[in-house]
């Protein structure tokens, strides 16, 4: 069964630098073809695809904010994590990180429940 | 602005079949495989199409995905109540190396 969970800061001033892990089981990163992804959704608005990592550690970014994002391996063999630099109100979203397979077409097929982030000083 | 089109809202009564159409371009729909999305209020998507026209298990088979040429659409038949939600379409593109989503369509049941 795999499952997704993401964690990180709730509330982050604006200028600073978000950190969120996605810690993951029933799968491994390891395995070829897989992947995970993060995707955020302000509130009322809808998904936006933002980073990817392969098993190969290959990446992809949402090319609109690729300077800001980077994603990453965590300290864990079970984690993946993405860091979002400047942070500024309009980055106010849900964050989800999720699983996907590179030849079903790289989209997630399993999501965690993902968290909100608020921007606010 | 979506890189993929979908109309803003859609709607239908109880039992009617209702079409969800995700319009996009050769470097995305017109090349990769579509996914659908629904989302109820407050929670994360789920699944509901993959590889265009495949249901993940415990997908009811009044869902159905199709595409042809640049464009894609949801079916729903047997319309019920709970089927009220946002619908979201995705697909790889390959101009841009990224995942790309539509502005999603919002479902009422009438």
């Known amino acids: 069964q795999i499952t997704l969970r993401e964690s990180g800061p709730s509330l982050v001033k604006p200028t600073q630098t978000l950190t969120l892990t996605c810690t993951f089981s029933?799968?491994?990163?390891?395995?070829?073809?897989?992947?995970v992804a993060w995707i955020r959704q302000p509130p009322g608005k809808a998904l936006e695809w933002l980073a990817l990592?392969?098993?190969?550690?290959?990446?992809n970014y949402n090319p609109s904010l690729k300077s800001r994002l980077s994603i990453t391996r965590g300290t864990s063999t079970n984690q993946v994590v993405l860091t979002v630099t400047n942070m500024g109100p309009v980055d106010t979203a849900t964050y989800y990180c999720?699983?996907?397979?590179?030849?079903?077409?790289?989209?997630?097929?399993?999501w965690g429940q993902g968290t909100l982030v608020t921007v606010s000083s | 602005q979506s890189v993929l089109t979908q109309s803003s809202s859609a709607s239908g009564t109880p039992g009617q079949r209702v079409t969800i159409s995700c319009s996009g371009s050769?470097?995305?729909?017109?090349?990769?495989?579509v996914y659908w999305y629904q989302q109820l209020p407050g929670t994360a998507p789920k699944l509901l199409i993959y590889?265009?026209?495949r249901r993940p298990s415990g997908v009811p088979d009044r869902f159905s995905g199709s595409k042809s040429g640049t464009s894609a659409s949801l079916a729903i038949s047997g319309l019920r109540s709970e089927d009220e939600a946002d619908y979201y379409c995705?697909?790889?593109?390959?101009?841009?190396?990224?995942?790309?989503f539509g502005g999603g369509t919002k479902l009422t049941v009438l």
């Open positions: 999720a699983h996907l397979i590179i030849t079903h077409g790289s989209c997630p097929d399993y």
């Open positions: 029933g799968f491994s990163l390891n395995t070829n073809e897989v992947g």
């Open positions: 990592i392969y098993w190969d550690d290959d990446k």
């Open positions: 050769r470097p995305n729909i017109g090349s990769n495989f």
């Open positions: 590889r265009t026209d």
């Open positions: 995705a697909t790889w593109d390959d101009s841009l190396s990224a995942v790309v």
